[in-house]
């Protein structure tokens, strides 16, 4: 089992401390005359620091900030963020938070007081915690531009409350840290400490910082330095739980039954029992290409493809993350287009109201439909191999290079999917490769937190995030089936109108900071622009 996962479960001391941000007393701080002495003490200290720098849950809701998905509660967080109807008093899901970055401040600080463990594994100790706070402000910048850069505690709540430091201050901190902890981190640890920070992380990390900031050489460079990894043999395999520490997986979150679980019930169908919180847009589903790599678009005009049973001859990764009409999932066929179903949209608050829900990452229920989904140890991930390929293809378009390692990169991807390699004659132009790209990390991470990012850096999300939210279409579950063992459908009823959404430029770009952290110090004002 997962060292770092029992560490989780015991520390409840270490985290019993006050330590929100301009909260924090000094009399919270574990003194290093009882504390900071033995390896141990490190261990639990610096898991204070990985228990929650990042969560499963909120790796999955994030694409509800995007034109992939939907979030049915508005007391979940993200309906608001994702309709753009969120403000300074209701931030909905708020990153805006100081917590993490002070036990990592903490961590570094007092590290060297044990100075009978090993100088060298103290630099890792302290390289990890180092990654840890670098990745807290980078979701901190990237979603609140001009945030406090802290890097030592404060000794009481008045002298916490400084202004913000500009999103270039914040950046060169983030970029050299990285830089810095790359070369000391190892390249991985036993088994039995899975899932702690490695060199191919902080690398990871740092390829995607210079992706969403533009700095297309920079991330191409730190694409191809990263080593060790491969693609998963099947797209499919990737989510089987038995299968998640697999050659792909370069970082994840680490869950475990009954000690530090996950549960999957906002994520599946009513009809069995779920929420259906996060559910799959009409968009994302259409995004999908047909099996032999034209759009459905092209196939339609071509009369081969019907939308009134669209989910024939598609890209296998439709069906590997998204349940819909007519597939057969958990044992059950899933009906929610047909009135009176427990999962059409208006049966139940837990019904999808786009009769779509996701199946990445829950594809255990077709394995065991009796699973206990509300108390799983899958591991959510943070970084994979396929990023880094999709980020070699981008860049070298983006840098006017487009040439066999940019196709070879988006091929090995589509190949493992089972999907056609591309087209070279089709996709040869700047133009066709970038809308190429796009859709293949669309598609490829969908429900894994990136597509709001990428909306938002290409500048394009006042395009995909205004106007009416549809869900699918809805008609009948016929009795044929299709060779996948799924039911043909046909789908000839108007779909259902779920909610109209806007994204302003440049005030969505930036979310606002909380109405309550203001509060606490007026320093941090003004807020964001339009807020």
Request: proline share 5%.
């Amino acid at each position: 089992m997962k060292k770092i996962i029992y560490l989780l479960a015991i520390v409840v001391v270490f985290n019993s401390c006050d330590e929100s941000f301009l909260e924090t007393d000094p009399n919270d701080a574990l003194s290093p005359s009882t504390f900071w002495k033995t390896q141990n003490d490190l261990d639990l200290a610096l898991t204070g620091c990985y228990s929650g720098f990042e969560d499963g849950g909120s790796i999955i809701y994030r694409d509800c900030g995007s034109d992939n998905a939907y979030n049915n509660f508005p007391w979940e967080g993200w309906k608001n963020i994702g309709n753009g109807e969120l403000s300074p008093a209701d931030p909905g899901s708020t990153y805006y938070d100081f917590t993490i970055i002070n036990r990592c401040n903490e961590f570094i600080e007092n590290v060297d007081f044990a100075v009978d463990v090993d100088e060298n594994l103290r630099e890792v100790y302290k390289a990890q915690a180092r990654f840890i706070r670098a990745f807290k402000y980078y979701v901190l910048t990237t979603n609140y531009g001009d945030v406090p850069l802290i890097t030592q505690n404060f000794g009481t709540p008045e002298e916490a409350k400084v202004s913000r430091d500009s999103q270039e201050v914040v950046r060169n901190f983030i970029e050299d840290e990285l830089n810095d902890v790359i070369n000391i981190l190892p390249d991985a640890y036993s088994a039995a400490e899975y899932g702690k920070a490695t060199k191919g992380a902080a690398q990871a990390l740092l390829m995607r910082y210079f992706l969403y900031f533009k700095e297309y050489q920079k991330a191409l460079s730190t694409a191809n330095s990263i080593s060790g990894y491969s693609l998963n043999a099947t797209f499919e395999g990737l989510f089987d739980p038995a299968n998640e520490q697999n050659s792909e997986i370069i970082l994840s979150v680490q869950y475990t039954p009954d000690l530090y679980s996950i549960g999957f019930t906002p994520y599946l169908p009513n009809g069995i029992g779920g929420w259906s919180s996060v559910v799959p847009t009409q968009s994302l589903v259409d995004a999908f290409e047909m099996a032999d790599g034209r759009t459905i678009d092209e196939a339609e005009n071509d009369g081969d493809y019907d939308p009134t049973n669209p989910y024939v001859n598609r890209d296998p990764r439709l069906r590997a993350s998204v349940v819909y009409p007519g597939q057969v999932f958990a044992n059950n066929v899933y009906r929610s287009i047909e009135v009176g179903d427990d999962d059409y949209y208006s049966k139940a608050n837990n019904s999808s109201k786009t009769g779509y829900n996701f199946k990445k990452y829950t594809s255990f229920m077709d394995l065991d439909p009796g699973s206990a989904y509300w108390n799983m140890g899958n591991d959510i991930f943070i970084f994979r191999y396929a990023e880094v390929l999709l980020t070699i293809a981008e860049a070298k378009l983006e840098l006017g290079q487009i040439d066999n390692e940019l196709y070879e990169a988006i091929d090995a991807i589509r190949l493992r999917a089972g999907m056609p390699e591309v087209d070279r004659v089709k996709y040869a132009d700047e133009l066709s490769l970038r809308k190429l790209i796009r859709n293949e990390r669309r598609v490829e991470f969908a429900m894994e937190g990136l597509r709001r990012d990428d909306i938002i850096r290409w500048g394009i999300a006042s395009e995909v995030l205004n106007g009416d939210l549809l869900g699918a279409n809805r008609g009948t579950v016929l009795d044929t089936k299709q060779p996948n063992g799924d039911y043909n459908v046909l789908m000839n009823l108007d779909p259902n109108i779920i909610e109209n959404r806007s994204f302003q430029v440049p005030k969505n770009n930036l979310l606002p900071i909380p109405q309550s952290a203001i509060d606490k110090n007026p320093n941090l004002k003004p807020n964001n622009p339009g807020y």
